[in-house]
C-alpha cells in the first residue's frame, strides 16, 4: 500500500551544516500530525524540500505514489499540498479578502489577455471566487475582517488568515509551519478548534509545533526530529513522557 | 493652437510609454532602462510596413509592431528573471546600448545615423489623418484605449497577482501560482504598449532619427514614472504631461543650445535623486 | 599581423576594464547595490585630471587629485544617498534609480562644463610608439597595462592580507551575522566604495588618454565590465579581471570579421551565453 506522504532518505548540507541527515518518515491520510524538536532539528527544511522551495541533495518525496523531485512549488500546490510560514508572509498591503483570493485556483483573467478582452467573464467569475473566498475567510472565524489590510490584523488575526490561504488552494494536505506560536490562550484555543474541525472535513495536517500543550490536544502522530534525523515517532502522550527526548529537547545543546 | 495640440499629441504617446514603464518598473518591480529601446523598435517597424513597396496601413502596422515589441520583452525577460534581478539590470543595458548601435548603424533597415524620413501619416479606416487637431484626436483614442486596458488589468486577478509578487515572490509561488509567468506577461504587456506608443510617434514626427531612442530617453522615461507616481494610471498620465512641459519652462532660461539637452538630462537626473530620497510615491502614485 | 596588433590593444584594453571590474565588484559584492553611478566616477576622474594637465600642473599633482576627487564622491555617493536610502528602507529598485539618477547628473554636468565635444589630453610623450616585432603600442597603452595589473595586484594583496582587506570579505559574504559580531558593515560599506572610486579613477585617466574624453562614455565600459564580474563569478577579483581582457580580445579580434559598431553585440553574446548556461560565472565563490 502507498504511503499518503512518503520522505525517503532526505540528506542536505548548507555550506558545512547537514541540516537533514537520512531523514525518513510516513504520513498517514486524514491525521494531524505533529513535527516537534529542537530547534535547528530540520523541521522548516523538511517543509521546504517538501514543498519544492529547496531540492536536497539526497533524497525523495512521494505523495499519493506519485514523486515530486524536482517539481516547482507552484506544481507541488497544484498536486495537493500547501504550507504556511513561520513568518507569515503575507501580503501586508493587500487585504484579508485579496491575500485570499490570490490562492484560489485558475481564475479567468489572471493573464492579460483575458483580463482585457473578456472583461465581463473576469469580472463575473471574480463575483463567484469572492463569494468563495469569503466562505473561507468565515471558515476561520475572519469574516467580519475581510477587507481589512493585513497591516491592521491583530497577530492572531493574521495566523489564522495564513491557513485560510492555504485552505484557499483546495490542496488537502496542510503542512502548517508553528500555527499556534505567539498566541494569545483565545486565539490559542480558536486555532486548535479550526485544526481539529478541518481534520473532520477530511484534510490531513503536518504541523510543526513547539507548544506541548498544543501537541497534546490535536497530534494523532508525533514525529520528534533531531539533527535532521527522526528519532522517535509515535503518540503524544509516548512522545512527551520520554525522558531521553525531553533531555534534548529542554536541556541538550542546539 | 496648432503648439498646443503638439504639446497634447507628445504627451498622450508618453502616457502610453509611461504606462508601459509602469507596468514593468512600478509594478512588476523591474529595473529597465530599455524601454526606449522598445519604443525605437516600434517606431522603425511602423514606418518600414507603411514606407514598403506593398505598404500596409497604420492599424496592421501598428499591430505588427506591437507584436515584434511583446516578442522582444519576452525574449529579454525570460532568460534574464530566471536568474536574478541583477542580471536583468546588465541585460537592460546591453539591450538599450545594443538597439541604439542597430538603429544608428544598419542603414539599409533603419537609415542609421541620418534617420527615416518622409513616413506618411497614418490612415485609418479609409481617413487620412492630415492635421494636427485630427492627429490629436486620433492619439487621444489610442492613448485612452491604453489607459482602459492598464486599468483592465490592474483591476483583475492578474492586477492584483503582480502586486502581490512585488512584496513577496515566495509567498505566491506558496499560493500555488506561476510568478516567472506572471512577471513575463507583465513585459511583453509593457512591449505592446511601447510598440505602439512607437507608431504613433513615427507617424506624427514623419521623421524618427536614433537620437530619440537611446539611453537618455530611457532616463526621461523612468523619470517620469518616479515623477507622476509607480503604479498609478493617474501616475502614467501626470508624469508625462509634467515632464514633457519642463523644455518649454526651460526655453524661459537662458541656456546655450550646445549644453540645452545636458541640462534637460541633469534635470532629470536630479528628479530621480530627489523624489528617491524625499518621495518615492512620486506625486500620484504609489511607493516604489 | 592584424591579429597580433588586435590581441596587443585588446590586452591592454582588457587590462584597463579589469580595473573597472574588480572595483565595481568591490562594491557589489560587499553592498549589494548595483551601484551604476560607477561609471560617472570613472568618466570624472579623467576630466578633472584633463583641467588640471591643461592649467600646467605637474603630472602628479594631475592624477592624485582627481583620486582623492573621486575617492570623497564615492564615499560622498554612499553617506548621502546609499546609507539614507536603507535607513528609509527603501527597495533595491529605488537604490538602483537614485543611482542612475546619479549618473546623469554627474555625466551631465560635465557635459555641460566640458561640452560634449571630444577632449584630447596635450601631452606629447603619450602617443609616443614603442615596438614589439609586428606590434605597436603607445606609451600610454604600455603604461596602462603596467598600471592595470598592479591595481589588480594591490587589490590581492588588500583583500587577502590586510585586516581591511579581510573585514571587507567578512560582511561580504554575510552581513547580518558581521552586523552583530560589530564589524560595523556600513563603515566597511564607505570604505569599500571609496577605495573602489579610487581604483576606478585610473583606468578614468588612462583610457582617455588614449583615446580621448567624453562625457557619456562611462556606461559602455561599465557594462561590459560587469558582464566581466558576472562571467567570472561575483565575489572573485581574478575572475573580474581575467573576463575582462577575455572579452576584450575577443572583441578586438572579432574586428578582423565584423565592423568596430558590432562590439557591443559581442559582448552581449558573451553575457548571454553565460546567463543561459553558466551564470555563476567561471571562479564562483572564490577571491
Keep these: 500500500m502507498t504511503a499518503y506522504l512518503q520522505v525517503a532518505g532526505l540528506d542536505h548540507r548548507f555550506g558545512g551544516l547537514r541540516a537533514l541527515q537520512d531523514c525518513s518518515f510516513t504520513i498517514e491520510q486524514g491525521r494531524i500530525t505533529c513535527l516537534v524538536g529542537p530547534n535547528g532539528a530540520g523541521k522548516t527544511t523538511i517543509f521546504n524540500v517538501i514543498t519544492g522551495f529547496l531540492h536536497p541533495d539526497e533524497g525523495t518525496v512521494a505523495f499519493l505514489g506519485q514523486k515530486l523531485d524536482g517539481l516547482r512549488p507552484q506544481a507541488i500546490v497544484h498536486a495537493g499540498i500547501a504550507r504556511t510560514f513561520q513568518n507569515l508572509r503575507l501580503f501586508t498591503d493587500l487585504s484579508a479578502l485579496d491575500n485570499v483570493m490570490i490562492a484560489i485556483k485558475s481564475q479567468p483573467g489572471e493573464e492579460p489577455i483575458g483580463a482585457i478582452f473578456r472583461p465581463l467573464h473576469t469580472a463575473r467569475a471574480q463575483t463567484r471566487r469572492r463569494q468563495e473566498a469569503l466562505a473561507t475567510l468565515d471558515h476561520v472565524g475572519l469574516a467580519d475582517r475581510a477587507q481589512d489590510l493585513v497591516r491592521n490584523l491583530s497577530y492572531g488575526e493574521q495566523k489564522l488568515l495564513t491557513v485560510a490561504r492555504v485552505l484557499a488552494t483546495g490542496a488537502e494536505l496542510l503542512l502548517l509551519d508553528e500555527p499556534a506560536s505567539g498566541l494569545s490562550a483565545g486565539a490559542l484555543d480558536a486555532i486548535m478548534a479550526l485544526l481539529r474541525r478541518l481534520q473532520t472535513e477530511g484534510k490531513t495536517l503536518l504541523v510543526v509545533e513547539h507548544n506541548t500543550r498544543v501537541v497534546q490536544q490535536i497530534a494523532d502522530d508525533v514525529l520528534f526530529l533531531h539533527q535532521g534525523h527522526l528519532m522517535a515517532h509515535g503518540t503524544p502522550e509516548k512522545i512527551i513522557s520520554d525522558p531521553a527526548l525531553a533531555e534534548i529537547y529542554f536541556g541538550g545543546a542546539l | ?288 | 599581423m592584424l591579429a597580433l596588433q588586435l590581441l596587443a590593444t585588446g590586452l591592454v584594453t582588457g587590462c584597463a576594464l579589469g580595473v573597472v571590474a574588480i572595483s565595481f565588484s568591490l562594491v557589489y559584492a560587499t553592498t549589494k547595490i548595483f551601484h551604476v553611478a560607477h561609471a560617472g566616477i570613472y568618466t570624472l576622474g579623467g576630466y578633472l585630471a584633463w583641467s588640471l594637465v591643461v592649467r600646467g600642473a605637474p603630472l602628479v599633482i594631475a592624477v592624485v587629485v582627481p583620486i582623492a576627487a573621486c575617492t570623497a564622491l564615492g564615499a560622498l555617493i554612499q553617506v548621502g544617498l546609499y546609507a539614507k536610502l536603507e535607513q528609509r528602507r527603501a527597495t533595491h529598485l529605488v537604490v538602483l534609480i537614485a543611482s542612475l539618477g546619479t549618473l546623469a547628473v554627474i555625466q551631465n554636468i560635465v557635459a555641460a562644463v566640458y561640452t560634449p565635444n571630444i577632449l584630447q589630453f596635450p601631452i606629447p610623450w603619450s602617443s609616443r610608439v614603442v615596438s614589439f616585432g609586428p606590434v605597436r603600442l603607445t606609451y600610454t597603452q604600455l603604461l596602462t597595462i603596467v598600471v592595470s595589473l598592479a591595481a589588480y595586484v594591490g587589490t590581492m594583496w588588500f583583500a587577502h592580507r590586510t585586516i581591511l582587506g579581510k573585514r571587507i570579505r567578512a560582511v561580504a559574504s554575510n552581513p547580518m551575522l558581521a552586523d552583530i559580531t560589530r564589524l560595523q558593515p556600513h563603515t566597511v560599506y564607505i570604505y569599500v566604495i571609496a577605495i573602489a572610486s579610487a581604483l576606478v579613477c585610473l583606468p578614468g585617466i588612462l583610457v582617455p588618454l588614449d583615446l580621448g574624453l567624453q562625457p557619456y562614455n562611462g556606461v559602455t565600459p561599465l557594462l561590459t565590465a560587469t558582464i566581466a564580474m558576472i562571467a567570472g563569478g561575483v565575489g572573485s577579483i581574478t575572475g573580474a579581471f581575467v573576463l575582462s581582457v577575455a572579452i576584450a580580445v575577443v572583441q578586438n579580434l572579432s574586428l578582423l570579421v565584423m565592423p568596430g559598431e558590432w562590439s557591443i553585440g559581442v559582448t552581449f553574446f558573451i553575457f548571454v551565453i553565460f546567463m543561459l548556461f553558466r551564470p555563476t560565472g567561471l571562479f564562483s565563490a572564490a577571491r
Excluded at chain 2, 543650445?257 to 538630462?265: D, E, F, G, L, M
Design chain 2, 1 to 288: 493652437m496648432d503648439f498646443l495640440y503638439s504639446y497634447i499629441v507628445f504627451a498622450e504617446i508618453y502616457v502610453l510609454l509611461g504606462l508601459s514603464t509602469n507596468l514593468l518598473v512600478g509594478i512588476v518591480g523591474i529595473f529597465s532602462v530599455s524601454q526606449a529601446a522598445v519604443f525605437g523598435v516600434g517606431a522603425y517597424v511602423v514606418a518600414h510596413f507603411l514606407m514598403a513597396s506593398t505598404p500596409l496601413s497604420f492599424i496592421p502596422s501598428l499591430v505588427i509592431a506591437a507584436a515584434c515589441c511583446v516578442a522582444l520583452n519576452i525574449l529579454v525577460t525570460l532568460p534574464s528573471l530566471r536568474v536574478s534581478g541583477d542580471y536583468f539590470v546588465v541585460t537592460s543595458f546591453g539591450i538599450q546600448l545594443l538597439a541604439t548601435a542597430v538603429f544608428t548603424n544598419w542603414a539599409t533597415g533603419t537609415g542609421g545615423a541620418n534617420g527615416l524620413p518622409g513616413i506618411p501619416p497614418p490612415d485609418v479606416f479609409g481617413l487620412s489623418i492630415e492635421t494636427t487637431q485630427q492627429y490629436m484626436l486620433l492619439c487621444t483614442v489610442g492613448a485612452g484605449l491604453g489607459c482602459l486596458c492598464f486599468y483592465l488589468i490592474m483591476r483583475a486577478p492578474f492586477g492584483r497577482l503582480l502586486r502581490a509578487i512585488r512584496e513577496d515572490e515566495t509567498a505566491v509561488a506558496a499560493a500555488g501560482k506561476n510568478v516567472l509567468r506572471a512577471k513575463v506577461s507583465a513585459a511583453a504587456l509593457a512591449g505592446a504598449f511601447a510598440g505602439t506608443a512607437g507608431g504613433f510617434y513615427a507617424t506624427f514626427l514623419s521623421f524618427i532619427d536614433p537620437s530619440s531612442f537611446d539611453l537618455d530617453a530611457s532616463i526621461l522615461l523612468l523619470t517620469m514614472v518616479v515623477v507622476g507616481g509607480a503604479r498609478t494610471l493617474a501616475g502614467s498620465i501626470v508624469g508625462p504631461f509634467l515632464l514633457l512641459a519642463l523644455p518649454q519652462l526651460l526655453t524661459l532660461v537662458d541656456i546655450p543650445t550646445t549644453i540645452a539637452a545636458a541640462a534637460r538630462q541633469l534635470i532629470y537626473g536630479v528628479l530621480l535623486i530627489l523624489f528617491m530620497l524625499f518621495r518615492p510615491q512620486g506625486l500620484a502614485g504609489e511607493k516604489l
